[in-house]
């Protein structure tokens, strides 16, 4: 029986607080994240922590697990910190996290036999994380464990009492005698030491213990506590509002007024009709880009509801009709509001947040078909919540290696106004927000832009972001390969032209 079966099993109480190797490995991941990240920029930074803590989450775990059982775990770890090599981003950061924490379970032997049970797993898992450290040191000081460690620890320092004194008069002499440890010494004064005492660097260091003390101890909030959240009142609730008369007669109701709105989409958006008077294509699809996607998303949940494990819609043909009908229709709604959005962004150009409404609606388009495959081919619910899982994995793992501030930048240059796009007149309050990977994009627009005022002002621009570029630490934990191909563009194009003679070149 692996521990993922037996997990329920282990009284908390007799869980230790960990072996001695485990805690060693825990202050050295304290110790390489107080190197690489405190009050350090992100960059390859990121990328190397990530190694380290995953080679001490394989080094606390000794001999218990073999090493062919850890080989993908690990190879995994690369894999999905590949992201932080070519730039820090919130989905590179989560998507290295996500491989550590597979390492971790892995160690721990508590991976699921199949990757649908991966889901609960890692929220029995996450749920307990954060609390993790706290409960394990209070765990350890109630059972007293202090009380057979404290003479051990008396005597392995008495027993390293003369080597480090010693040692230290050997170094003093050494330092003597070689300048270059001299100047090594030197550094080390007590204001180093006062330093390292820090209020900010002590908080640093109990948060990086936190995070880091579940992946070298991982253990699984218990199947009895995760189920606590549901009741019997709630599930008879359930049964009362989802039966299936309810259902039938809301599912009509759905499917009528949801054919109204999709023959208007049909009509305006995909046929071509002509708007009411005074109203824009544009505007049209403004005010129904992000409700549409909102009555997807509760439209998923009442197919779930009623289409649940032992629920009417599993008997009545009837409702599995209308909750075909009503997927498909939800479908063109994803699809019309993603060509809502696509007008949008073609006459006021693009957004951080307008692409990622454009994903979000992908992805809740993809949702809803996953849901029409379980119903068809009768797969559980958690079936259905691996697979979204894992689309939506996917699309953040790819997702960190786009330069979004670039894409940005090049479409609203491309489309806009001044350059003949047929958008709106370029934002370059709004690209000097995208930060400096915009520049290649501005140096587009100063070549091509008419007029001698907007391109100096474009070209203030580009000197304010190359200016902070050049600002940034230039130390190696800051380093990445989106910095690295910008220096050498930067390097290659240090001025733009901004006289009229430009246009010609």
């Known amino acids: 029986m692996s521990q993922t079966e037996n997990q329920d099993a282990i009284p908390a109480e007799q869980v230790p607080f960990g072996a001695a190797t485990t805690v060693a490995f825990g202050v050295l991941a304290v110790a390489a994240s107080d190197y690489l990240l405190f009050v350090q920029r992100p960059g390859i930074n990121l990328f190397i922590w990530t190694l380290v803590v995953a080679a001490c989450i394989v080094g606390s775990c000794g001999r218990s697990v073999g090493p062919q059982r850890l080989f993908w775990p690990a190879a995994g770890v690369l894999v999905a910190a590949l992201p932080l090599v070519e730039a820090p981003s919130l989905p590179g950061w989560l998507s290295a996290l996500f491989g550590l924490s597979i390492l971790a379970l892995a160690c721990g032997d508590l991976l699921p036999g199949r990757l649908t049970g991966l889901p609960e797993i890692l929220l029995r898992y996450g749920l307990l994380a954060p609390v993790r450290l706290l409960q394990d040191v209070a765990r350890a000081f109630r059972s007293q464990w202090w009380v057979g460690v404290m003479p051990r620890a008396m005597q392995g320092i008495v027993v390293w009492l003369v080597p480090v004194l010693f040692g230290i008069v050997f170094l003093s002499l050494f330092g003597m005698a070689n300048p270059v440890i001299e100047?090594?010494?030197?550094?080390?004064?007590?204001?180093?030491?006062?330093?390292?005492?820090?209020?900010?660097?002590?908080?640093?260091?109990?948060?990086?213990?936190?995070?880091?003390?579940?992946?070298?101890?991982?253990?699984l909030l218990r199947r009895s506590q995760l189920a606590a959240v549901t009741s019997k009142p709630a599930e008879q609730k359930a049964s009362v509002l989802f039966g299936e008369a309810a259902i039938t007669r809301s599912l009509i109701v759905f499917n009528a007024l949801f054919a109204v709105q999709t023959l208007l989409d049909v009509a305006y958006l995909w046929g071509g009709m002509a708007l009411p008077e005074g109203m824009t294509y544009a505007e049209y699809a403004h005010r129904g880009a992000y409700p549409l996607v909102a009555t997807a998303l509760l439209a998923a949940g009442f197919v779930?509801?009623?289409?649940?494990?032992?629920?009417?819609?599993?008997?009545?043909?009837?409702?599995?009709?209308?909750?075909?009908?009503?997927?498909?229709?939800?479908?063109?709604?994803?699809?019309s509001s993603m060509l809502r959005l696509k007008l949008y962004v073609e006459t006021y150009l693009l957004t951080e947040m307008r692409i990622a409404a454009g994903l979000w609606m992908a992805l809740v388009a993809l949702g809803l078909i996953l849901i029409l495959v379980r119903i068809l081919q009768h797969r559980s619910n958690a079936w259905l919540v691996t697979a979204n899982l894992t689309a939506l994995g996917i699309v953040l793992y790819v997702c960190a290696f786009v330069d979004f501030a670039a894409v940005i930048a090049r479409y609203n240059v491309e489309q806009s106004a001044e350059l003949g796009g047929g958008g709106v007149a370029l934002d370059l309050d709004y690209v000097w927000r995208?930060?400096?990977?915009?520049?290649?994009?501005?140096?587009?627009?100063?070549?091509?832009?008419?007029?001698?005022?907007?391109?100096?002002?474009?070209?203030?621009?580009?000197?304010?972001?190359?200016?902070?570029?050049?600002?940034?630490?230039?130390?190696?934990?800051?380093?990445?390969?989106?910095d690295a191909r910008l220096q050498d563009y930067l390097l290659q194009h240090p001025q733009v032209a901004t006289s009229p003679q430009s246009d010609n070149n």
């Open 304 to 335: 779930l509801a009623a289409m649940r494990e032992g629920g009417p819609g599993e008997k009545s043909g009837l409702i599995r009709v209308l909750v075909y009908a009503w997927i498909g229709q939800n479908v063109l709604l994803c699809l």
């Open 183 to 219: 100047q090594t010494l030197r550094r080390f004064t007590p204001e180093t030491a006062l330093a390292l005492l820090d209020p900010g660097r002590m908080f640093f260091w109990l948060f990086a213990a936190a995070l880091v003390w579940p992946l070298l101890a991982p253990r």
């Open 434 to 482: 995208l930060g400096p990977d915009a520049i290649p994009a501005l140096d587009v627009y100063i070549a091509r832009v008419e007029g001698a005022e907007a391109r100096m002002e474009a070209a203030r621009t580009r000197a304010h972001l190359a200016t902070s570029f050049a600002r940034r630490s230039d130390g190696w934990r800051g380093w990445s390969f989106r």
